[in-house]
């Protein structure tokens, strides 16, 4: 799909966007802390003919195609920032009607701009998305800065975003490294989501435990569902897509 760059608040982001289905929801897909666009791979489109919605997929600040981010410092509330920003995309592109499907940093993201821009977020699907910080989430990010630090990956990674792969890096494992973020919490704005969420996670996800799932649901006002999938990891949608896409498909043709 040809892709463009969208200049928003400054932050120069590339996105790929499709309107292909008059009077349907747009799914907007949010990656994960090492993701972008080309990551999802032919995910997105799947979803979006299998559910004849339109798509949006992009690539945050210092991602990808995007442009490079200023600084790896980032505050406790770096993804409350970034909720913002998804929401001046919305506005930019007048998209008034968001299925947020979001996978780790992105699906935190997703419940974020669901519980600030409600009128406008039509439903969320969380995929392994955090709400707290956990023994077993600082232990997958040591685990990920290792294999950063003695294997190919740097090359790997290197294929999809460029030259921004150690600001990124660095960006990501210091925040969730450092003392200050293990007090990051956000069950204080769950209870703002009104719009049907489902959260998917695999069992075994080596960067976060069932309780991520049960207290989300537990907390928000809308219709919440989950769907917790055996025996797989951390990226549901690449161990197993199409149990993710069956899931997703129910779920958004039962919305209203």
Known sequence: MEGRFIEVNGQRLYIEYTELYKN??????????????QLWRDFPEQLAKATECNML?????????????????RENNYMELEADVLNDLLDELNIKDAILFGHSDGGTIALIAASKYSKKIKAVICEAGHIFVEDITVKGVKNALEAYNTTNLPERLQKYHFDKVSMLVKAWTEIWLSDRFRSWNIEYLLKEITSPLLFIQGEEDEYGTLDQVEKTIFHVSGMAEKYIIPNIGHTPHKELPKLVIESSVTFINNLS
């Open 24 to 37: 349907k929801p747009t799914i907007v897909f949010l990656h994960d802390s090492l993701g972008c666009v």
């Open 57 to 73: 997929v992009y690539d945050r600040l210092g991602y990808g195609k995007s442009y490079p981010m200023p600084t790896f410092l």
